[in-house]
Nanobody, 125 residues
Framework: VQLQASGGGLVQAGGSLKLSCAAS????????VGWFRQTPGKEREFVAV????????YYSNSVKGRFTISRDNTKNMVTLQMNSLEPEDTAVYYC???????????????????WGQGTQVTVSS
């Protein structure tokens, strides 16, 4: 599986961005796809995830109510709509995919097998 993340950029606080993760390779619809973010010197942090085969979604408390993850299996695409952005959302955002993940492992970046290259999101105050 190959993942390509895009859509990052510079935005003012309160603004919006939409990130996209395009996948190629094996059967996309069965994969769990997550978004993680990372700032220098910190551990990669869970943001949101969407399951394959049904599309259940989960969010970190810090983004719940502001971000929305969705998928289009016909296009092998997962998007992350980010609204009401805050300076604390500034990070490199990565999409990741995996299969066979149990509920307790969805937020753990080490459980994911495939990673995109990352896209920078910068929110100015």
């Amino acid at each position: 599986v190959q993942l390509q993340a895009s859509g990052g950029g510079l935005v003012q606080a309160g603004g919006s961005l939409k990130l996209s993760c395009a996948a190629s390779g094996r059967t996309f619809r069965t994969l769990t796809v997550g978004w993680f973010r990372q700032t220098p010197g910190k551990e990669r942090e869970f943001v949101a995830v969407i399951r394959g085969n049904g599309g259940a979604t989960y969010y970190s408390n810090s983004v719940k109510g502001r971000f929305t993850i969705s998928r289009d299996n016909t296009k092998n695409m997962v998007t992350l709509q980010m609204n009401s952005l805050e300076p604390e959302d500034t990070a490199v955002y990565y999409c990741a995919a995996g299969s066979g993940l149990i509920l307790s492992s969805l937020r753990l970046h080490r459980q994911y097998d495939y990673w995109g290259q990352g896209t920078q999101v910068t929110v100015s105050s």
